[in-house]
């Protein structure tokens, strides 16, 4: 099913002729049979859309745990600021580590198995970092272990969510589906800043890990008995016996010889570190900037306005695509407007503006940046289905690189010079390198088909 809209949208992307000459490779019928197979019936689909839903709220509350409770973490354990830095940055490291396995076992035996393993280990850690807190006297450690083994076992998270959405849903219903998940995502901040906030000053920061544990562990409990049926063996996919990419062996070399591979990697690495940047650094600037300003405006209100128009975008995408439209065109259309029209919105910060128009600037450019949901995001899954678990693993793994070094650099380059512009300015470069290359080099013709044994037919 899935193969069939990308021809079709791979013919339109070409001239559009409807006699141009389709080609089939001699076993096409039982590949289409065994994709069509490996996909989720739709009321199946309706329920695991709400699953993974919730699955990425809870992700970012139990990430954002230790974030909200440093400060007062810091204070009972007596942590400077360089000690704060390392708890908090072993998350990171930890979660480059995994992305390319996760993607690749949930290629070979599902991503549903993949993701309930995840959260059981992830919850059950989050429940016992307090008691890992008050083991002993190397709490320093304990928590930067506690934080490195967090993201290992997230960083499998989203490539398994890319394999799923490759897997098991049809083409014209991925951009929502990604869509959605990144709604779950921006409710997960949300709820971690405010109700934690609010846990905080009540029962003290233990509370926040006990309940985001529980409620991460009910969830994985959830999925496991009412989805997969408490099944747990693994199961290997079913995927096209003539697919030119194995599963055990996926060959890097050949796959990033093609331009829309690399483009898509590129553009994803931007996106990744311009959006890592902003999310560091916006509360500082408005914090410097407006110091008489209601901090849960600028805290709260940006991320509001991307639940929304997350959804909205994943929505146009696929309309677009189920109306025919191309689908390099409409993966191209989406990610001019996360990372091109965003940056119009963030380049007037760089001069004198009222916090009113701040805040509306800032709304303007993280909802136009959730639009990569329908574009960049799940383009892995209209080039290499075979493999989109990996592929994205990579892309992720790399943005994140990326997203460190663009955030350090841009609080050296903000001690230097003393000023905001130039960080705004470097965003908005970045940005539009991504851009260029993609809507240059970019596309949606599957690369990962064999290029021998094919019968042309008129």
């Known amino acids: 099913m899935a193969d069939n809209h990308t021809s079709g949208a791979d013919k339109k992307d070409s001239n559009g002729s409807l006699l141009d000459p389709k080609i ?205 049926k408490g099944e747990l063996t693994p199961k290997m996919m079913e995927t096209k016996k003539n697919s030119e990419w194995s599963l055990s062996r996926i060959p890097w070399r050949s796959l990033f010889k093609k331009p829309p591979v690399w483009a898509m990697v590129f553009a994803h690495m931007c996106m990744c570190s311009t959006s890592y940047t902003l999310l560091s650094w916006l509360p500082t600037y408005f914090k410097e900037s407006f110091p008489h300003a209601t901090g849960w405006v600028y805290n709260v209100v940006p991320w509001l306005t991307a639940i929304p128009s997350a959804l909205v975008g994943g929505c146009v995408s696929d309309f677009l695509i189920n109306r025919g439209h191309g689908v390099a065109s409409v993966r191209k259309i989406m990610q001019f407007f996360a990372m091109g029209v965003s940056s119009m919105f963030i380049l007037p910060l760089s001069g004198v503006v009222t916090f009113p128009a701040a805040v509306t600037y800032i709304c303007a450019a993280v909802g136009l940046t959730t639009f990569t949901s329908g574009g960049v995001s799940v383009n892995v899954q209209d080039l290499t289905p075979s493999c989109a678990g990996a592929l994205f693993g990579f892309m992720n793994m790399m943005g994140s690189f990326m997203g460190v070094v663009l955030v350090s650099l841009s609080g050296y380059l903000i001690e230097v010079t003393q000023s905001w512009s130039v960080v705004f300015a470097l965003i908005t470069l970045v940005n539009a390198m991504g851009l260029g290359v993609f809507l240059i080099f970019g596309g949606a013709r599957r690369v990962d088909l064999v290029e021998y044994s094919r019968i042309i037919e008129i």
């Open 24 to 228: 089939y490779g001699p076993d096409e019928c039982k590949e289409e049979e065994s994709g069509d197979r490996n996909l989720w019936p739709r009321s199946l689909a309706q329920k695991w859309i709400v699953m993974l839903f919730m699955g990425t709220c809870f992700l970012y509350c139990a990430r954002m745990a230790m974030p909200v409770c440093a400060v007062s973490m810091a204070a009972t354990f007596h942590w400077s600021k360089i000690d704060s830095g390392v708890v908090l940055g072993g998350f990171f490291w930890g979660y480059c580590l995994t992305q390319i396995l996760g993607g690749h076992a949930s290629d070979r035996v599902g991503g549903e198995r993949v993701l309930f393993f995840s959260a059981s280990s992830w919850a059950l850690i989050t429940a016992g970092t307090p008691l890992l807190a008050h083991l002993g006297s190397h709490t320093l450690a304990l928590m930067t272990v506690a934080r490195f083994l967090m993201g290992i076992l997230q960083g499998v998270f989203f490539p398994s969510l890319a394999s799923l959405c490759s897997q098991r849903v049809v083409e014209g219903e991925r951009g929502f589906l990604m869509s959605t998940l990144q709604s779950g995502t921006h409710l997960g901040t949300l709820l971690a800043g405010g109700l934690g906030t609010l846990m905080l000053d009540s029962y003290g920061w233990e509370s926040m890990f006990y309940s985001i544990g529980f409620l991460s562990g009910l969830w994985a409990l959830i999925v496991w008995r009412c989805l997969l």
